[in-house]
């Protein structure tokens, strides 16, 4: 099969796995708001008579770092003040309203990203070093015993005993791409202890025996890519291959590492990019795509797809054969920037202080809380802070002018574990007075990452990581 032929083929191939990756976003949507019965969920609408906006508060003297700071400092409170309990791990979601809402689903990818924030925690002095020592070993000591298919873990885990919380009807085994992210975290606890006295070493060596347990190559099925879910009742069921472009490469980037379970080179050639076809030629506002966002033309996807993978593997000067994902991630960023400058939709506020669009909780149509995947192919007037806040390495000026304008309105915006997760001018400035540790979490790294570049450096030094970029043949940065 070649020529126009080929390319048809694989363009079929990418939309019927799209059409999946929506089901299982559809999933998510539900699941997001399983916990609050009164909540439909589904695709925002808004008013037909939007309500005008009040005017704008004073601007409060704040200097850009002490706003980097501010942010990271209460972000940061997430993951440590309002941990799940019993395993220190990082909850799925928290409603400071809500305290007793869903307090011991442990989410696994949110957990990675907690251990990270963990280690920024150390670094700029919000807990001392030996509470973030205790902290991690009470994670790990939980993720030792907790529920594993094939080496990895589900989506959700019961913090009270470790056992899997089914995320959808099949969805209840291996999650491939939130252990992914997991391992991603646990690669960077490992780099940062491994120099330690003997207690952090003992750390870094538990963190660097459970990522290395993932048996990644079990979920290739013996063919040419991974797939994300595996479940003891289902198997394969779901068959949801990883292609990109999206949030999962970081699985390709860590299958590809391990000493035991690695992965070829034609899995990730063949899976993620889909043997080329992952290349896009087409621009938005005069600025390449590079990538194609299956689904999502012609402005790019949400941004966290830009984001989850990127938190420890350095963007900048990654290539392979067929992609620059530094190129990739800050032209996405910037064309959801400039999409919400333009505001097709002539919703309220949007413009260069107050802009991003990605995956969050959202409005539903009668004012409750439910979930959408915010992108300028499915605008629905909500704003997501961590959208702009995260993409701060890849559109440093445009993110603070963001931040600036978070908090501005930091008396509806700001909560106890930093900006809340969405908001609406369009609707009398409705704000979704919640938390997901997925959105959080994304926050405080790249804040950390655009600032010292402790997360990027941590993870690419590892000696494992470096060897499964090579097997890829990549070209990167250190």
């Not at 002490?66 to 395993?87: G, H, I, M, P, V």
């Not at 979930?371 to 961590?386: E, L, Q, R, V």
């Amino acid at each position: 099969m070649k020529g126009k032929n080929r390319h048809r083929y694989q363009k079929k191939a990418l939309q019927k796995a799209f059409a999946i990756f929506l089901g299982i976003l559809t999933m998510t949507v539900m699941a997001c708001s399983s916990s609050e019965p009164d909540a439909p969920t589904g695709q925002s609408e808004l008013p037909e008579i939007p309500t005008e906006p009040e005017p704008d508060p004073e601007v409060p003297e704040i200097t850009d770092e002490e706003l980097l700071d501010l942010t990271q400092r209460e972000t940061f409170k997430y993951f440590w003040n309002y941990a799940e309990a019993n395993s220190g791990a990082a909850r799925e979601r928290f409603h400071p309203n809500e305290p007793s809402n869903d307090p011991n689903t442990v989410s696994i990818g949110g957990t990675g990203f907690g251990l990270m924030a963990l280690i920024i925690g150390a670094e700029r002095g919000f807990i001392s070093r030996n509470e973030s020592v205790q902290r991690i070993d009470q994670i790990l000591s939980f993720l030792e015993t907790a529920d594993r298919f094939h080496g990895a873990w589900p989506h959700w885990l019961d913090g009270t005993n470790g056992t899997v919380r089914p995320f959808s009807e099949m969805d209840n085994g291996g999650d491939l791409v939130e252990t992914a992210f997991l391992a991603q975290g646990l690669i960077c606890i490992k780099e940062y202890f491994k120099d330690g006295d003997d207690t952090e070493k003992s750390l870094a060596d538990k963190a660097d025996t459970l990522w290395k347990g993932v048996e990644w190559n079990w979920y290739t099925q013996d063919k040419n890519s991974l797939y994300w879910h595996w479940s003891p009742n289902f198997g394969f069921d779901i068959n949801l291959e990883l292609k990109g472009y999206n949030e999962v490469m970081i699985a390709y980037i860590m299958a590809a590492a391990s000493p035991e379970y690695s992965i070829e080179k034609d899995v990730y050639t063949n899976g993620w990019a889909s043997n080329g076809a992952i290349n896009d030629a087409t621009s938005a506002y005069n600025i390449p795509l590079v990538v194609d966002h299956a689904g999502n033309s012609p402005n790019g996807g949400p941004l966290f797809f830009s984001h989850y993978s990127y938190l420890g593997l350095r963007p900048q000067n990654l290539n392979d054969e067929f992609v620059d994902y530094g190129a990739a991630a800050i032209n996405h960023a910037k064309i959801n920037y400039l999409y919400c400058v333009e505001n097709p939709k002539n919703f309220i506020d949007y413009g260069e202080n107050c802009w991003g669009l990605t995956a969050s909780y959202s409005r539903n149509t009668d004012g409750t809380l439910g979930y959408n995947a915010h992108s300028p192919s499915n605008d629905t007037g909500i704003i997501s802070p961590t959208a702009a806040i995260s993409s701060i390495p890849y559109t440093p000026e445009e993110s603070l002018k963001a931040l600036r304008y978070f908090y501005q309105h930091k008396d509806k915006l700001l909560g106890p574990a930093g900006f809340y997760d969405a908001f609406s001018p369009q609707n009398n400035f409705w704000v979704a007075e919640a938390y997901l540790a997925i959105d959080q979490g994304p926050e405080i790294i790249m804040i950390e990452n655009y600032r010292t570049g402790l997360l990027w450096n941590l993870f690419m030094q590892n000696e494992d990581i470096q060897n499964g970029l090579n097997k890829l043949g990549f070209t990167y940065e250190k």
